[in-house]
């Protein structure tokens, strides 16, 4: 094994002498005429001394003036040190002492006390060390959780008389930034963040932590404008931090009233409270308080009582139509699912998804929500008359199933329906996740020939490129876009320019939460096809959607799929509207006729014989009249 290292300073040749022959066998030595000399040596820094024997005075620099400066120095300062000393220097070994000297040996020494108080000395070092590394984040340099959480209670058992709180700071899709930029940039932001929140909490004594990936906790006494003044320092150095995206980082309060509940308790409070305003705009903090109490009061009790709930069938499918704005005729529908809870009442989604999306329940309600969704359908087609496409929510965690594909033919093949009489609403964030894996199933439902629309589209980080990316047939703007009352030139601007980005891209828009005449104004102006919102109908149950469905006339689909528009045009041909199939290669040619027609006939075009022959030879019973360039 490799000798351990040790630096004798010490200005007597004689004195130096002695003592390196006394360790020469267990140490590597290496010897220094005075202070200034020794710093020189350790500065190098390519040698790691496990200790240093120091005489106090020497010409040039001595022993406390070097004790000073090794003070001062972030390695140095770590090297223990024992000071040598004539036996009647009681003063400037005090002094010593208060420069981090860590223990005496006067002269004259006993050598084998020497050895054992050297190796003693070392090997306590040395453990701290250990548990140190044990102890820091490798990233960050504070403490980890389990860290923390001793340090914590230990300071919560010695001061009894301050007030403290503990404040969590999660940072807002964390993820995103470390899948644009990467994780060396994640973890140049994580290191960012450890070093502020030390140097804000460093004058109270605060502890900081790092007790999960881009969580931060820390402890600090409960006194006025403390909260404020650590969410104001966090704010204003991430927004002086350089990245090409803004970091939202979200606080979470926990005041200690209790001391004697378990730290790790705590941070899970302070978490929650956090949790609760993840993807709230404008608010940074929130405090651990009664009302998240309750709701994990009532959590707990959704979580007893959900799946024999789903066996009562509780939970109930309703319809919100889509329309057609021009015509303002039912194009669509969504199903969205209640609680009918024999208690509580008629429970609405935002009362239950988020925690059945938190705790997994959500795949199984939602196969119970498409069964009943395509059993409804099939229903509309049996009775002969028409039917529109529905769509159903799907949540990340249905995406990320390995057998999804198989799950929904299944429940197709069961109620004999096609993946064309279904839409998929996914929704925007699910981007965030894994956007490899999310492209590669939505490519995959698409090509069984379902239509994929994109839900809540700006509600939270949505870029252009996902867009452009993910094959899918419409987007969803969400209500934000809508209802957002001030700025109102500026909104224009931006629905605008989203909806002629659509179009480009071929993609049909439903405008979500349409609430209000100036909205629906707003819109058709801006030339938007689709609407959904309480202005024309809330959510029904499926039986009222079903009559006024069969007594109005549809639209055509919100659609862009082919065979959607097959589907409808059989619906719309037992409406009595005649099919007139356009035949020319000319895309003005087609539209000038089409212009004239689509009052009256249901149109549909084709570009080439092939593909008109393709047409015919599937639809000639349902096609009324051919028009041939
Ligand atoms: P979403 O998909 O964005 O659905 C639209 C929500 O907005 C619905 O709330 C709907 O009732 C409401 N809404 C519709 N028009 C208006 C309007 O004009 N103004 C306002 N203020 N709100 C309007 P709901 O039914 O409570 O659903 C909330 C969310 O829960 C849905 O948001 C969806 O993400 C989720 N969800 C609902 N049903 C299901 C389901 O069966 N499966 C899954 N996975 N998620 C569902
Ligand atoms: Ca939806
Ligand atoms: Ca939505």
């Known amino acids: 094994m490799q000798k351990r290292k040790l630096l004798v300073v010490d200005d007597q040749a004689i004195n130096r002498k002695i003592l390196q022959n006394i360790l020469k066998d267990t140490y590597e030595i290496t010897l220094a005429e005075n202070g200034l000399e020794a710093l020189e040596i350790l500065r190098k820094a390519d ?17 406390l003036e070097l004790l000073a400066i090794m003070k ?26 208060d420069l981090g000297a860590r223990d005496f040996i006067s002269k004259p020494f006993n050598p084998n006390v020497l ?26 340099g504070i403490y980890n959780k389990d860290a923390f959480c001793r340090v914590v209670r ?30 060396l940039e994640g973890d140049r932001l994580l290191q960012y963040i450890a070093s502020e929140l030390t140097i804000s909490t460093d004058p109270v004594e605060g502890i900081v932590g790092r007790i999960g990936g881009d969580i931060f906790a820390c402890l600090v006494p409960d006194e006025e404008d ?54 709230k705009y404008g608010l940074l903090f929130a405090f651990y308080d009664d009302t998240i109490r309750q709701k994990l009061l009532d959590e707990q009790q959704m979580s007893n009582e959900m799946v024999q709930a789903l066996e009562n069938g509780e939970f109930e499918i309703y319809l919100q139509p889509k329309y057609e704005l021009v015509s303002e005729r039912i194009a669509g529908a969504e199903a969205l699912v209640r609680w009918r809870h024999p208690v509580k009442g008629l429970l609405s989604a935002a009362d239950f998804i988020p925690f059945f999306e938190h705790n997994g329940f959500i795949t199984e309600l939602d196969l119970y929500v498409w069964d009943k969704t395509c059993e409804l359908i099939a229903s509309w087609i049996k009775r002969g008359d028409c039917y529109i496409p529905i769509s159903v929510n799907m949540s990340r965690k249905d995406i990320y199933r390995d057998n999804l594909v198989e799950l929904l033919m299944g429940i197709l093949n069961k109620h004999g329906l096609k993946p064309q009489h279904l839409h998929l609403e996914i929704t925007e964030s699910a981007y965030t996740e894994n956007q490899e894996q999310l492209l590669e199933i939505i490519g995959r439902l698409k090509s069984m020939g379902f239509v994929i629309e994109m839900d809540d589209f700006g509600k939270g980080y949505s870029s252009l490129n996902m867009l452009s990316e993910l094959p899918i047939d419409i987007l969803k703007l969400d209500m934000r876009f809508i209802q957002h009352r001030s700025r109102t030139e500026n909104r224009r601007n931006i629905i605008s320019f989203i909806i002629s980005l659509a179009k480009w891209m071929n993609l049909s828009i439903v405008a979500e939460g349409v609430e209000s005449e100036e909205q629906i104004e707003l819109l058709r102006t801006l030339d938007c096809t689709y609407v959904q919102g309480y202005y024309f109908a ?18 055509d689909p919100v659609v862009c799929s082919e065979e959607i528009i097959l589907g409808t045009t059989e619906a719309e041909k037992k409406k009595g509207r005649k099919v007139i199939l ?48």
């Open 115 to 140: 050895c054992k108080r050297l190796s003693n000395l070392i090997e306590l070092y040395e453990s701290n060390e250990r548990i140190d590394v044990m102890e820091r984040d490798s990233l960050t």
């Open 47 to 63: 040698v790691d001394f496990s200790a240093i024997l120091l005489d106090l005075i020497m010409p040039v620099m001595g022993g």
């Open 226 to 279: 403390m909260l404020e003044k650590i969410v104001g320092a966090a704010r204003l150095s991430l927004a002086k931090y350089s990245l090409e995206m803004k970091v939202h980082p979200k606080f979470g309060v926990f005041r200690i009233d209790d001391r004697k509940m378990p730290v790790s308790t705590m941070c899970e409070r302070a978490l929650l409270a956090a949790e609760n305003i993840k993807g």
């Open 72 to 97: 001062e120095d972030e390695h140095m300062s770590l090297i223990p040190v024992i000071v040598v000393s004539q036996a009647e220097q009681s003063e400037t070994e005090h002094k010593a002492l």
């Open 538 to 555: 809330r959510p029904m149950p499926c039986s009222e959607f079903t009559e006024i469905l069969f007594q109005s006339q549809l639209s």
């Open 154 to 183: 230990e300071r919560l058992n010695q001061d009894f008389v301050k007030e403290y709180i503990l404040v969590l700071m999660d940072i807002e899709q964390f993820k995103l930034i470390n899948d644009t930029f990467g994780a």
């Open 582 to 629: 356009i035949a020319d290669g000319d895309a003005k040619d087609r539209d000038v006729l089409k212009n004239y027609l689509s009052d009256k006939y249901v149109v549909v075009e084709k570009e080439n014989g092939r593909e008109v022959y393709q047409y015919i030879s599937e639809n000639f019973d349902i096609t009324d009249m051919m028009i041939l360039d």
